[in-house]
Nanobody, 115 residues
Framework: QVQLVESGGGLVQPGGSLRLSCAAS????????MGWYRQAPGNQRDLVAA???????NYADSVKGRFTISRDNAKNTVYLQMNSLKPEDTGVYYC?????????WGQGTRVTVSS
């Protein structure tokens, strides 16, 4: 079983930046894709950004040019650099890892963009 622990959420003013981290731990696992999802109150959980085991990335249209996803395979960690934050970026951000025969979710970290 793979455990994911997110960190880096918080309160930020519009136009500000935050960096989220998600560290995976466990034994004998191989992760293919790691991604960040956002769930706003009353909404479904939507993909924000994902990164494959190589350099391939995928972003939601709403965050292109503002968010950057990266990963450190040696540390089994994925990052989400969020710049030029907007109030509509507010929500709980969840990390997800997809591997051979499994997928795991983190517990979520809350991001609030408000003045």
């Amino acid at each position: 079983q793979v455990q994911l622990v997110e960190s880096g959420g918080g309160l930020v003013q519009p136009g500000g930046s935050l960096r989220l981290s998600c560290a995976a731990s466990g034994r004998g696992f191989i992760i293919n894709t790691m991604g960040w999802y956002r769930q706003a109150p009353g909404n479904q959980r939507d993909l924000v950004a994902a990164i494959g085991s190589g350099v391939s990335t995928n972003y939601a249209d709403s965050v292109k040019g503002r968010f950057t996803i990266s990963r450190d395979n040696a540390k089994n960690t994925v990052y989400l650099q969020m710049n030029s934050l907007k109030p509509e970026d507010t929500g709980v951000y969840y990390c997800k890892a997809d591997g051979l025969g499994f997928y795991s979710w983190g517990q979520g970290t809350r991001v609030t963009v408000s003045s």
